[in-house]
């Protein structure tokens, strides 16, 4: 018989560290992330997905994590964008170009909604052909998604463009490590 | 604005789906991509004693592509259709309708089958089953049953799927020979719920005459519509036919109400506006 | 300033935080700490008849419920009226938690604490109110029409009647060649930072003190508002501004209730209390703007100069005016922009509705101001048959004419005097950015593509900075860190990077040695907000101040180390130098050691810096007379008057006139601060400013029914722009600085926003040929424009008639 639970144990995957919860049911990913396991980066605009603050890699793929529960990961791979700079040699960090490109090109001021901005950007962005130079039309889409109130949005689509050329110019590189394109891995 | 309380299921097969909603009873809601339903429960605007969740359930992910059509599963998500190069060939509207669902994290996550049985008139993939002929399988304990669109779409966010049951898929007839289509909206903002909508299928006859027109239209109507549009054109050279007299009929045809962002007259007129350029489009592409 | 940091595009510190995750925001803090929920009004006005717990007792998780029948000495007295005025005749403040009636939907009625959110959620799901309703007051004509009154005893609904004139306006419009009258609105708006509000109060009982974070934009005053209300000694309450998610403006009003309520639980229960804002609950419990309707009469010659103006606006306040009539006074005084008008009668009446309370968002009545002036120019130019960049040219205020007194009381109480400007400047540079004088050629080309496009433009003055002061501090420690704090405080803007290149620049310091804390009240107690524009003039000034007296004190003590006369000492990289003798040097850290006669070794700053130590004369003590151990200073800066920054923006948009959409195509602006400290931040204000122009413009309107019920109140159905609705910007700059502060900035906060729905207007005006006359304009609301037979033609779409044949 199928259990029905009103709370559950739950294993996930975050940013490459496997991750244990109790949680009740009814938790959102979103409160789960920054509340259970503490992982404040992830930011909650709306609690009904339309600003995209709050939005994660699962299994590789950006959702917004106010809608979907805490219980549907289990076993599945959370990115966050916590997770998106690797560590170097020393110990250090070393930014993903598009956390580069945001510091560079000015493309936060709050910096509320900037979590959801750049692990939807990061995913988006290695999932492209990196041969090719970056199209308005993409830019748009990969930011099109998300509200953002202080910056105008200008110099976030600057950013977008200036990573992509920077992932381009170093060529196959992709910090996030996904082998394959994002689109193609689909959901859990 | 967090979840009222409700209980979790995750069966791993159909038949424990449908026993857990049989055993739930009308408290329970099936859960698939979430994407219109979690914010509903965390406004605690619907609160169902118990979710059932379809994700686990086997069998439910697959596109299958043949001449006659395109049945889509109920696990398979906006963006996954949206890519599928064989549904797009087959059946071009599911493609051209949903690049207009919501945003791509929206569509990585909600699934073309749920927005169906969600039933929002201004939902893109309810005209498309609509203006397609469309229909979708309704399992039950009791077998299942093909349930044809105007069956289906009861009222808004309403259909006549009710208790213990399950939408396993939805099927999209192929696009009929000599035919062309097209999808437009208008909205406030890109991505935004369309203030109006219209997705048009236009056939041509073997002279390349007009030979039937119909058009189904998005948040104009309490569920979806579609209306034949054939008698202003019918006969007529697909280049030069008198679309704007085809405008004119649907203008007649539909009833929409007004709302916060959009007056019921201005709906009136973008269905005018938006099916002249439709009908254009389509009848391009079918000549083509 | 050795090291030129002072207007260079220095990339921000604050980034390095914010972009890995590692932000603190309110509700990132107390992971431990019990959640509070609020049941709020349902109902726009109704008299609370019961209200029953009992449901909720059995709830799992329920700490404690409040109703106002908890609330104790001040707490059970109205909240404050934060800025009073001899015209706010009828002030009206609601109670931490409703007192028996409520006003709008969205008053918080009772505070539930329970372990987690979801759970204080049940519980107060469960608590049922009694209400009997009250007839309901909605929109400034309902409230002027006075069929019902929001609070009984004000039966006109008038709480303010705001009245400024600076001469006879009578005479003067009757003396005057051409008069024009006309009737005009603006819809209500609201900040809407994506981080809502939010308080997390923590008691220690060891020592009876109170630490309390809030998402605010004034923390120095938020703790004497909980010190009062709580009956705390003040310097038993701290309060903390951690990283704030946006503010622009509701954010600056204090004490929410929250920001009493949560302290007061933390107290009473012992333990962390936090509320973090939902969408729902910024969108109905907190503030919003902008709604007027505006009367205006102009007098003018032949050649388009005012020779009078007469305005009588009606506010709309929304319930409660705890923040006084400061945005009717803003838009009375700011509405004569960049013009001379030699004759100005305003009156403002601020009236009750049954809605959230009203109070400054980005621009603070400034954009109804620019509205209403920049409206009038157009009417003006169109009457007479003249261009409208051409009228407005004729009525600027010329550059010699600094300093200009439009003899107007500003919203600090001190005169409206323009401390400096280049307006025909500002113009002059917009209409070739945007390229004015071939519109006509832009018009037949997007008419060959079936699309109506227009032209706007619309211009401002911005009185920023206002006082009464803000303050700095400037230490620099033995281990050469300069620890530099304000209190107030920082939402995006940027602040730790501006003012450290202030430091850097004023001290010649290393800017990464510079730390600055900003709306910590441990770290500076007296501020007033961040709020008018006025961080980088108040706080910039301040700590500019500081540093120079750390400067100062350093130049002292290394003249007497180095045996020169501090006029020859120049500081650079850190280190104190004498001019033109390479290796008589000593490192600022040295000094920061030497300035402190305890000097024991902790560490190696203090040893080396023994070698310099010299034995004080027996005669002197070891702290000099007005003197005091360390390098350090503390500094206000207090002008006598704001600083008034201007620009100019244009505006073009294409229409379908089919569908009516509405796309700007172009956007210009020309903007003038003053000096600049750091370009690239500047330039990220105006674009956030432009795009809230256009969302105020084209997007975005709080829509209320008739029962007072907010019928748009997600991000669903309240239309933030995405990326996708906001145009590229193309920005010109111009510097005039401000003659009155050392640093000779003006404010750049709130510039962007200010013209967005004057300049649109005006362009979708110039488009179609018809009058437009309230602002936010939809699509639906063009179509009914464009169809309706009593729609007002402008006489500019009859020449072209007529010219195009």
Redesign the interface.
């Known amino acids: 018989m199928t259990p029905i639970d009103t709370e559950r144990s739950i294993t996930v995957t975050v940013n490459g560290v496997p991750r244990g919860a109790r949680v009740p049911v009814r938790r959102l990913l979103s409160d789960a992330l920054r509340h259970d396991l503490g992982l404040t980066g992830t930011h909650v605009g709306c609690e009904h997905g339309v600003c995209g603050a709050c939005t994660v890699l699962v299994d590789g793929t950006p959702v917004r994590s106010c809608l979907v529960l805490a219980v549907q990961v289990d076993g599945a791979a959370v990115t966050t964008v916590e997770g998106l700079a690797r560590a170097d040699d020393d110990g250090g960090q070393v930014l993903h170009p598009v956390q580069e490109a945001f510091r560079e090109c000015h493309a936060l001021q709050c910096g509320f909604c900037t979590p959801g901005f750049l692990v939807t950007i990061a995913a988006g962005l290695e999932a492209r052909n990196l041969s090719t130079e970056i199209t308005e039309e993409e830019v748009d889409e990969l930011v099109g998604g998300n509200l953002c109130r202080c910056t105008g949005y200008a110099n976030i689509k600057k950013a977008v463009r200036h990573a992509a050329d920077t992932m381009r110019r170093n060529g196959a590189e992709l910090p996030l490590g996904n082998s394959a394109p994002l689109h193609e891995q689909g959901p859990r | ?12 097969s159909l038949g ?2 449908l ?2 909603l049989a055993a ?1 009873g009308d408290g329970a809601k099936v ?1 698939a991509g ?2 219109s339903l ?2 509903l ?4 605007l619907a609160a169902p004693t ?2 059932v ?1 379809l ?1 686990r359930v086997p069998g439910l992910d697959a596109v299958e592509v043949t001449g006659d059509g395109v049945r889509v599963g109920a696990l398979v ?1 906006h ?2 259709l949206l ?1 599928n190069p064989a549904a797009r060939t087959v059946q071009p509207l599911l493609a051209r309708a949903t690049a207009y669902v ?5 569509r ?2 909600g699934t073309t089958v749920g927005s169906i049985a969600h039933a929002d008139p201004s939902g893109e993939m309810t005209a498309v089953l609509a203006l397609t002929g469309g229909s979708v399988t309704v399992a039950t304990p009791a077998g299942r049953s093909t349930i044809g669109w105007r069956e289906l779409f009861v009222g808004p966010l309403e259909t006549s799927v009710h208790g213990a049951a399950v939408v396993v898929d939805a099927f999209f007839p192929a696009l009929p020979a000599r035919s062309g289509t097209a999808f437009v909206e ?1 909205s ?6 369309a ?1 109006c909508g219209a997705g048009v299928v236009v056939t041509l006859d073997a002279d390349g005459l007009v030979e039937t027109v119909r058009a189904a239209y998005l948040s104009v109507g309490p569920v979806p519509e579609v209306h034949d549009l054939t008698e202003a054109v019918s006969g007529q050279p697909a280049a030069s036919a008198d679309w704007a007299a085809a405008a004119d009929l649907a203008r007649t045809l539909v009833d929409p109400d007004g709302d ?4 019921a ?2 709906r009136r ?2 269905v005018g ?1 938006l099916t002249e350029r439709a009908l254009a489009s389509a009848a391009a592409e079918a000549a083509a | 300033m050795t090291t030129k940091l002072f207007g260079e595009p220095v990339r921000r510190r604050e980034d390095a935080r914010l972009v890995t995750g590692r932000g603190r925001y309110l509700d990132d803090i107390g992971a431990q700490a019990l959640a509070a929920a609020f049941v709020r009004s349902p109902y726009a006005h109704a008299r609370i008849t019961d209200v029953d717990v009992e449901p909720a007792l059995d709830v799992e998780g329920l700490v404690a419920i409040y109703t106002y029948e908890d609330l104790t000495g001040p707490m059970a007295e109205p909240l404050p009226v934060l800025i009073p005025h001899p015209q706010l005749h009828a002030p009206r403040t609601g109670y931490p938690l409703a007192n028996g009636e409520v006003n709008h939907v969205g008053e918080p009625v009772v505070m539930v604490v329970a372990t987690d959110r979801y759970l204080a959620e049940d519980a107060a799901e469960r608590i049922v109110v009694t209400y009997e309703e009250l007839p309901v007051v909605v929109g400034v004509d309902a409230a002027r029409a006075a069929e019902h009154a929001v609070h009984a005893e004000i039966p006109d609904n008038v709480a303010a009647r705001h009245h400024q004139e600076t001469g006879d306006v009578e005479e003067a419009l009757a003396g005057a060649a051409r008069t024009l009258s006309f009737t005009q609105y603006v819809e209500r708006s609201a900040c809407m930072p994506l981080e809502g509000k939010g308080v997390h109060a923590r008691w220690d009982p060891a020592d009876s003190s109170l630490r309390v974070y809030s998402s605010t934009q004034a923390s120095t005053s938020v703790r004497a508002a909980i010190a009062a209300k709580l009956e705390l000694s003040l310097e038993r309450v701290e309060v903390i501004a951690p990283d704030v998610g946006g503010g622009f403006g509701v954010k600056i009003v204090h004490p929410w209730p929250e920001e009493l309520l949560v302290p007061m639980a933390a107290i009473a229960l012992g333990h962390e209390v936090k509320w973090t804002e939902d969408r729902r609950e910024h969108f109905i419990g907190s503030a919003h703007e902008r709604q007027q309707r505006q009367e205006i009469t102009v007098g003018f010659d032949d050649d388009g100069r005012i020779a009078a103006l007469d305005v009588h606006a009606w506010h709309d306040n929304g319930a409660y005016t705890p923040y006084g009539i400061i945005v009717p006074i803003v838009t009375a005084t700011q509405l004569v922009g960049p013009y001379v008008i030699p004759v100005y009668r305003v009156v403002v009446e601020s009236v009750y509705t049954n809605t959230v309370i009203v109070t400054p968002y980005r621009g603070a009545g400034r954009p109804q101001g620019c509205f209403a002036m920049e409206r009038t120019m157009d009417r003006i130019a169109d009457a007479l048959g003249l261009d409208r960049a051409e009228v407005r040219r004729r009525n600027l205020i010329r550059p010699d004419q600094f300093p200009y007194d439009h003899h107007l009381t500003f919203q600090d109480g001190r005169p409206v005097v323009y401390d400096s400007g280049d307006y025909p400047g500002l113009l002059s540079r917009l209409t070739s950015l945007v390229g004015w004088e071939a519109m006509e050629d832009r018009r037949a080309e997007a008419a060959s593509r079936g699309k109506l496009l227009g032209a706007g433009m619309a211009m401002y003055v911005e009185g920023t900075g206002p006082g009464p002061y803000e303050g700095g501090h400037v230490q620099v420690l033995g281990s050469g860190k300069v620890l530099v704090s304000t209190g107030l405080t920082s939402q995006g803007q940027g602040h730790e990077t501006v003012f450290a290149q202030i430091v850097a620049s004023e001290l010649g310091v290393p800017m990464e040695d510079v730390e600055v804390t900003t709306g910590d009240t441990r770290r500076f107690p007296y501020a007033v907000g961040t709020f008018a524009s006025r961080a980088a003039v108040m706080s910039g000034n301040a700590i500019a101040l500081a540093a120079r007296g750390v400067r100062e004190k350093a130049l002292r003590i290394a003249a007497e180390v180095l045996e020169a006369s501090p006029d020859d000492l120049e500081i650079a990289d850190g280190v104190v130098g004498v001019r033109g003798t390479p290796g008589a040097s000593i490192p600022l850290r040295t000094i920061a050691v030497l300035s402190n006669p305890l000097r024991y070794a902790f560490d190696e700053a203090a040893k080396q810096a023994t070698q310099f130590a010299r034995p004080g004369a027996d005669d002197q003590p070891p702290v000099a007379v007005g003197d005091a151990p360390g390098l350090e200073h503390r500094d206000y800066f207090s002008p006598i008057r704001s600083t008034f920054a201007s620009g100019a923006h244009a505006a073009v948009v294409e229409i379908d006139p089919a569908t009516w959409e509405i796309d700007v195509v172009t956007y210009a602006v020309v903007h003038d601060c003053g000096n600049v400290v750091n370009p690239m931040i500047v330039e990220g204000q105006v674009h956030g400013g432009v795009a809230q122009g256009v969302a105020g413009a084209l997007y975005e309107r709080m829509a209320y029914d008739a029962d007072g019920q907010l019928q748009n109140a997600s991000f669903m159905d309240f239309l933030m722009p995405f990326a996708s609705e906001v145009p590229d910007i193309d920005i010109d700059h111009q510097s005039t600085p401000s003659p009155l502060n050392p640093l000779g900035i003006k404010g750049a906060g709130e510039a962007g926003v200010i013209p967005g729905s004057a300049a649109i207007a005006s362009a979708i005006e110039d488009a179609t040929g018809r009058r437009i006359s309230a602002m936010p304009i939809s699509p639906t609301e063009l179509y009914d424009v464009m169809r309706s037979p009593s729609a007002e033609r402008t006489a500019a779409a009859g020449r072209r008639t007529e010219v195009g044949g």
């Open positions: 604005m967090k979840p009222a309380p409700f209980r979790y299921a995750d069966p791993g424990e789906a026993d857990v739930e859960l979430g994407q979690i914010p429960l965390s406004m605690r118990t979710l969740d994700n998500r963006a996954e890519g919501a945003h791509p994290a929206i990585n996550r208008v406030r903002r890109r991505g935004d719920y203030v916060l962002h959009a007056s007259d201005y007129l973008l506006v």
